[in-house]
DNA sequence: TTCAGGATGTACT
DNA sequence: GTACATCCTGAAC
């Protein structure tokens, strides 16, 4: 198992949003390999979207992330208590990148549940099943990523994203395409299809 | 199954 | 002071 290098990153934000869907979300946590499969993207440009927290140019101590070398971590918190992590796409310099909305966990799920509810995995009612990790602040609790992992390179080992998991086998996925969720502030950018997600 | 309302801290104006 | 790339709960259907 290898994790993706920076070239996959180096590309057209919408291309590396949507190649996503389907990749291995991988972090070594305390010992134990949490991983999931990613199911929802969004893509974030600064160069031309009003969603984008950095659009036009907008450099500030929290944007300082999305400039870094494609393949850095951009995680913020949102809401008083979640967390949202994207991956910067891109050369070093242009402002991108691609946040992760949900994903589905195959490894690591007792560990997960912990995390993410505070119990055990067995004793998880069928709602918290559905609902794991299908949101973008769901997602990160229940791989424990916060403020720590941003900045963080995912051309690494340890905390990165990866095309084959032991395992799990690649099926052909149908890749749906939406505008991205909860940016109604963002005038005729709400608009734009850049939401990727599994049919 | 869907929906409104509230929780919560920080970045930015 | 305000807005925020969210999520949970409880109540209505």
Known sequence: MHYLEREFYRRDTLTVAKELIGKYLVREYEGTLLAGRITETEAYIGAIDKAC????????????????????????FIYGM??????????????????????????GLEVSARLRYGREYEELTRRQLQNFADGPGK??????????????????A??????????????????GASPRIGIDYAEEAKEYPWRFYVK
């Open 53 to 76: 927290h950095a659009y036009g140019g907008r450099k500030t101590e929290r944007t300082r992330t999305l400039y870094e070398p494609e393949g850095t971590a951009y995680v913020y």
């Open 82 to 107: 979640y967390h949202c992590m994207n991956v910067v796409t891109e050369p070093e310099g242009t402002a991108a990148a691609v946040l992760l909305r949900g994903v589905e966990m195959i490894h």
């Open 139 to 156: 997602l990160c609790k229940a791989m424990a990523i916060s403020r720590e992992q941003n900045r963080v390179d995912l051309c690494s």
């Open 158 to 175: 340890g905390f990165y994203i990866t095309d084959t998991f032991p395992g799990c086998i690649n099926e052909e996925l149908e890749i």
